[in-house]
């Protein structure tokens, strides 16, 4: 799958002050949380302690953060989506939902929709999220806009609960944070393969978010409208020694060309680009049987033969040259389809992950006449 395991470090201008007896507030205060893979077996241990087991669900793509909502604190598992900014889980009563989680106060409405045609609709309302740490136990941040949605519908699982939005409007978690992590928040995803060597996805705050060492890089963060994305400067692609220079997207043909995000497994380009990109991955290809991917979903598909050989994929951000491994740029569909993880899109281009294309503009919510 398209994981991309260099971490980045995002920033948010956005303060928000927190001020509460047990939870973080200093501003230079730190702490990290573990994902957990959609797919992974701890997803049957986290959702409830009465399920002994639970099924496994081997095409997922998304990664899940546990929180807890309310006092006394309801567990869930929610997905972590750095392309949006609601946070929001099921609530009942709930009209086409999958689970059930819990139940709200009616408060305003709101609706919120996704660029994969998912959506979600419910009720505002504030109340405590606490967030399990690796540190000193749990964090809380009181006083958190939710969405209780009661009319959710797409590609949402039975595992997740609903969506974690960490982007940099001002609904997303990060904002609503603020001052109490500085602002700053950097994480690293694995593949789900490595979660069985004991590897795990973490998800860092405040000072934690400090990303150094060797082999760290850098790009800059592009500040654009609308401010839920986070816009990156793509410069070219390379296929082995082939360097594909990329002409832009509909985000912009220099600066911010490109979002990253967390909340799928592929990475978009636009079609003219893609289909330069994929034709020469296409010739790269040594001992390459094609084949088709059942779901039509991608297009470049191999038997994954062992004399197969694929080639270097180098990403060319303004500032980093980040050099792709095969898991990045190959997923395996099945035990005899392996393909490229790119596709085309008729949008802007996404590096990473992202619940398919998404909107232009996401949906504005304004509190201002529920919350005062």
């Known amino acids: 799958m398209a994981t991309f395991q260099s971490v980045l470090s995002f920033a948010s201008a956005i303060a928000f002050c927190v001020a509460s007896f047990g939870c973080i507030y200093a501003h230079n205060a730190g702490f990290t949380m573990e994902l957990v893979h959609r797919d992974s077996p701890k997803t049957a241990a986290t959702v409830s302690p009465k399920e002994v087991e639970s099924e496994i669900i081997a095409n997922g793509g998304e990664y899940l953060m546990s929180l807890s909502l309310g006092t006394p604190p309801f567990e869930i ?3 972590a989506d750095t392309g949006t900014d609601l946070i929001w889980t099921q609530c009942t009563p709930c009209d086409k939902c999958e689970s059930s989680s819990c139940s709200s106060e009616q408060l305003c ?4 929709y996704y660029g994969d045609r998912s959506f979600t609709n419910g009720n505002l309302a504030v109340d405590t999220v606490t967030l399990p740490s690796t540190n000193d136990g749990p964090v809380y941040f009181p006083k958190t806009v939710i969405g209780c949605g009661r009319r959710n519908n797409g590609t949402f699982d039975k595992k997740d609960s609903g969506i974690i939005g960490l982007g940099g409007g001002p609904m997303s978690l990060i904002s609503q944070m603020g001052s109490s992590v500085g602002g700053k928040f950097s994480y690293c995803l694995v593949p789900f393969s490595s979660e069985s060597a004991g590897n795990s996805s973490k998800l860092h705050f405040g000072r934690n978010a400090v990303v150094s060492g060797s082999g760290v890089q850098s790009t800059p963060l592009i500040s654009k409208d609308p401010d839920t994305f986070y816009y990156l400067t793509l410069e070219a692609m390379s296929v082995g020694d ?3 220079e990329f002409g832009g997207s509909s985000f912009g043909g220099s600066e911010g060309n ?3 995000d967390s ?3 592929l990475t978009l380009f636009p079609v003219n680009f893609f289909t ?3 034709t020469a991955v296409e010739n790269a290809v040594i001992n390459g049987e094609r084949t088709q991917d059942a779901s039509g979903l991608l297009s470049h598909c191999y038997r994954p033969t062992p004399d197969l050989k694929v080639p270097v ?3 060319h951000f303004n500032g980093a040259d ?3 491994q095969t898991l990045n740029t190959f997923i395996l569909i099945s035990d005899d389809v392996l393909c490229l993880a790119f596709k085309l899109t008729q949008s802007g281009a996404i590096f990473e992950r992202t619940r398919d294309s998404p909107m232009s503009k996401p949906p504005a919510i304004n509190t201002d006449e529920c919350f005062v």
């Open 77 to 79: 598992l929610a997905i």
């Open 109 to 112: 409405q709101y609706p919120y």
């Open 242 to 244: 082939k360097k594909i």
């Open 258 to 260: 490109i979002i990253i």
């Open 263 to 265: 909340g799928t497994s």
């Open 276 to 278: 330069e990109f994929a």
């Open 313 to 315: 994929i180098t990403a």
């Open 322 to 324: 980040v050099v792709l």
